[in-house]
């Protein structure tokens, strides 16, 4: 039977219809049929539900994350200070991911999508790293997401940085991966990289090599976040990160380009011609000191928002983003248009559907809150109401189902995960102690 949602205030950011201040949302499987901004048509056979005023937003995206890091909150300092981006890699998250088995794999992927679930983050693009545990890791991961009723993009970040036999096993699981979910309504398989300067031409032939057989196929990758890639694709003989992929013909219309702190007009140029999206992560450069990318580059490529593992809280992304850049710069961005625009149009295009917005025909990907706001609210001022005054929303719901109910996890246990992913960062910490 169709579901009828009723006494709602939506808003719904750069979609077809922006502000309804009282309407209802009719809904039949995983999708929405209409929205009704005055009167409910008579006569119809659906299941209505009161949702008492509360305020609707369509459901968040992230467009890069790492949940194989959400059991570093909390962890010790390293035991070498790092002093330049490339230690902090090698002091702190590759440390973190060689210490990673299934067990403490199982637990960062549950705790990391409830977390993302209890901030409205509906649609997660992972990128997952956990060199001693490699097989099998992806399918852990649709699993996991699966429970949450969440869109899921999957890919094992290859590299070489630990050993030609591990890169093999890692470009294997990608490749297993995306044959077996190729098509899936709810998954996005990619070819999962690390960085450029973590992976030989002649591993970069091996990828190009293997995903020729698929033109479909795209690739997922850390690009110029730090100026250290651009100056080893240099010392490699190329003129930039974005020119050796390239070379090796792994840009196409499929393909994310993670960060781009660092590329240039030329680079800039690669991308447009060859359809790649960037994503932006602003608070992990802004942690990272690594740079901030240029405004024009966010723009002129219509970049997509990600927090690269920092947090799973897309409204708290878009707000310090837009806070990091207006004490940096004087071109400022629309960080919003990242969050509610460019986003659903990357991920509808992935996905082949659309998703991220209260539209007809769109994925019943919805967020509810109890908002009782302090001053008005209407069609010209909505905006700001959602980047300071929304906090986490009572209820979730995700392709037509509630996934979250007054603030109730649906047949999840929420505190055997938690407890689960305590026990289990406690293990990893140890582990990355002694290494």
Known sequence: MKTLLKNLRILNPFGSQEYFNHAAILIEGDQILAIYPDEIPGNMEVNIIDMAGKTCL????????????????????????????????KEIWWKLDRGLDA?????????????????????VIDHHASPNFVDGSLDMLVESAEQFGLNLGICFEASDR?????FQAE????????????????????????????????????????????PEWGIHIHVAEDLADQRDAQARGYESVVERLDHFGLLNNRSHIIHGVYINRTDRHLLLTS?????????????????????????????????????????AEMKEGDLIRSAA????????????????????????????????????????????????IHADNYKRHIQYGLSKPVDVMTRGKFRMRDGR????????????????????????LEL
Not at 285 to 295: D, H, K, M, R, S
Not at 344 to 366: C, K, M, N, T, Y
């Open 171 to 214: 470009l294997a699981e990608n490749l297993r991966a995306l044959k077996k979910y190729e098509g899936h309504p709810t998954i996005l398989p990619m070819m999962g990289l690390h960085a450029s300067f973590t992976l030989s031409d002649d591993s970069l032939k091996m990828v190009a090599d293997s995903m020729a057989e698929n």
């Open 329 to 376: 710069s004087k071109h400022l961005t629309d960080y919003m248009k990242l969050l509610f625009d460019h986003n659903p149009e990357i991920v509808s295009r992935a996905f082949g559907r659309e998703i991220g917005h209260v539209d007809a025909g769109a994925q019943a990907d919805l967020l509810f809150y109890d908002y009782v706001p302090r001053t008005e």
């Open 275 to 315: 359809g790649c999206r960037l994503i932006h992560n602003p608070t992990s450069n802004a942690g990272n000191q690594v740079g901030i990318l240029e405004t024009e580059i966010i723009e002129s490529l219509h970049a997509g928002l990600g927090t690269d593992g920092k947090q799973n809280n897309m409204l």
């Open 409 to 432: 996890i649906q047949g999840v246990d929420e505190m055997a995960i938690k407890k689960n992913a305590q026990i289990q960062a406690s293990r990893l910490w140890s582990r990355m």
């Open 162 to 166: 630990n050993g030609a036999e591990n």
């Open 103 to 123: 067990d403490s794999v199982k637990a960062s992927f549950d705790a990391g999508l409830l977390d993302c679930l209890q901030h409205g983050t509906t649609t």
């Open 58 to 89: 369509p459901g968040m995206i992230n467009a890069h994350t790492h949940l194989y890091s959400t059991l570093a909150l909390g962890m010790p300092p390293p035991k070498n200070r790092p002093t330049n981006f490339v230690e902090i890699l």
